[in-house]
């Protein structure tokens, strides 16, 4: 099954030797050992839960991952529909299908019920046949609709990651030579290079390809709060543990955890990872119990982590341990040939998502995005792509498209002219002696406010913002400007 979760957690459909796990919620122990019989008659794991405290510790604590609730909306603690409330707005768990149950609710309570999203609701006394069908339909549909999601993601992913050039026909080898193997892989590269599509590609070609691809970002994660996301926690183990928590090491056993930025993380984290790589041993914080995993690890870095152990920011022996097999992530500037079709793609993309009539895009506009400069690398073209079609008419042309605010403005371009008044100007001639040139007001203007561009750069030693500061105008006009009028550096 495919879900995320506040972390960026993703997991793939379960492989087919491992049962459904249901979670009964139910006061009454009669029920819940009524329903114990049915499911596990049926071959489902099912997890018992007399109160709404203690289905939350459930599923926080829960060995497997839950695929369904079966929910009483009479709970002692806390009413099953405020409990059913509070599971949709949880990130982790909001996924989780659940079908009501209840001797003495009311239509309008069930109705409430599938409006928090209850995908079915029976009565008590329970009859057999009639759960289990429900909740086989609640599994089926559940399992489809993750599916699609791992499918629509998986085409996603292919599609981004796309290029004929030979550094990426190098990636594609390297990516299905490592893998096959348990191999550590650390992907370097600048920011949006699409270092997770890489990491995703490995998963994907992998044997753990039926088994969870779990991702955490490891900047966006506090430095307090970064062990226990990865390792779990026990309850009472800090301030706000309520219950236990099984960490993202934990979620990945048997699969592929995925840590994004790991340049970023704290140094103490950093050993506990390095614990786990050699021994395949973690402790959940507040606790001294050792627990083994068996988790593929795919890390990746847009820093040069060989300097940061160099500078005391990084364990020079987690590096050694990361960089089994090192892969490098290619910027836009090595395989600008693969700009075209990178192109295509993201207009065929953002067309399908907003509903648009596909559009084409002009010639022309392949040569200026090549042109271009990309410090953003795949992710800036993408958001010049969109931005043009978001512009354009049928065609997206290179009027479409933004000013490159990267560009050297003094590059000698084809649009690097004078301006027809100012070319008319230089072409009228010596005049006679004493005699006023014969120049319009826009030209002189023109004339005059060139010099004094001139001038003002040739003071800043050519420094464009700096001179665009002294001139009170914003940066990317005076680049306009100095295309408008010719200007090349030096002059005077």
């Not at 369904?68 to 709970?75: C, R």
């Not at 506090?222 to 800090?238: K, N, Q, W």
């Not at 065929?348 to 002009?362: V, Y």
Request: charged fraction near 25%; include cysteine; charge should be negative.
């Amino acid at each position: 099954m495919t879900t995320t979760n506040a972390a960026g957690a993703t997991t793939v459909d379960r492989d087919a030797t491992t049962p459904f796990t249901v979670l009964v919620v139910d006061d009454e122990p009669n029920i819940r050992r009524a329903l114990g019989l049915i499911l596990r008659g049926e071959g489902y794991a099912m997890v018992e839960a007399a109160n709404a405290a203690e289905a939350s510790a459930a599923l926080a604590e829960c060995a497997t991952p839950v695929d369904l609730v079966i929910l009483d909306l009479l709970l002692p603690d806390l009413g099953g529909l405020a409990w059913l409330g509070k599971l949709r707005q949880d990130e982790l768990n909001r996924h989780i299908p659940v079908i009501v149950v209840s001797g003495h609710a009311s239509g309008e309570e069930a109705a409430a019920a599938i409006k928090l999203g209850a995908c079915d609701f029976f009565e008590k006394p329970l009859n057999r046949e009639r759960v289990l069908h429900s909740v086989g339909r609640a599994l089926e549909a559940a399992t489809l609709t993750r599916q699609l999601a791992a499918l629509s993601a998986e085409r996603s992913g292919r599609e981004e990651m796309i290029g004929n050039t030979a550094v990426m026909q190098r990636l594609h080898r390297e990516i299905e030579r490592v893998a096959p193997t348990k191999a550590t892989v650390l992907i370097t590269g600048p920011s949006g290079t699409g270092k997770e599509l890489v990491a995703r590609a490995i998963h994907r070609l992998s044997p753990r390809v039926h088994k969870p691809f779990v991702k955490v970002n490891c900047a966006a994660i506090p430095r307090d709060l970064i062990e226990s996301a990865l390792f779990g926690h026990e309850r009472g183990a800090f301030t706000g543990a309520e219950s236990r928590k099984r960490g993202l090491f934990e979620q990945a056993h048997g699969a592929t955890l995925f840590l994004d930025e790991i340049g970023d993380m704290d140094l103490a984290a950093q050993a506990k990872v390095l614990r786990v790589l050699q021994s395949g041993e973690l402790s959940r914080v507040g606790s001294e119990h050792t627990l083994h995993v068996d988790v593929r690890l795919l890390a990746a870095t847009n820093k040069e982590l060989e300097r940061e152990a160099a500078a005391g920011r990084f364990r020079e022996d987690l590096y050694f341990r990361l960089n089994v097999f090192p892969i490098r992530s290619p910027t836009l500037e090595e395989r600008v040939e693969d700009v075209p079709l990178l192109a295509d793609a993201f207009l065929r993309a953002f067309c399908d998502e907003n509903g648009l009539k596909p559009k084409h895009i002009d010639p022309e506009v392949y040569l200026a995005l090549k042109r271009r400069h990309y410090p953003g690398n795949v992710r800036e073209l993408k958001n010049v792509v969109e931005r043009a079609i978001i512009l354009a008419g049928d065609t997206v042309t290179v009027a479409d498209l933004p000013e490159d605010p990267h560009a050297d403005p003094f590059d000698e371009t084809p649009h690097a002219w004078p301006t027809a008044s100012m070319a008319a100007a230089e072409d009228a001639g010596p005049r006679a002696a004493g005699e006023l040139p014969r120049l319009s007001l826009r030209e002189l203007r023109e004339q005059s406010e060139r010099r004094h561009i001139v001038a003002t750069l040739s003071e800043f030693d050519w420094n464009v913002s700096r001179a665009a500061a002294a001139l009170g105008v914003e940066r990317t006009n005076l680049h306009k400007k100095i295309r408008a009028y010719g200007i090349r550096r030096g002059e005077s």
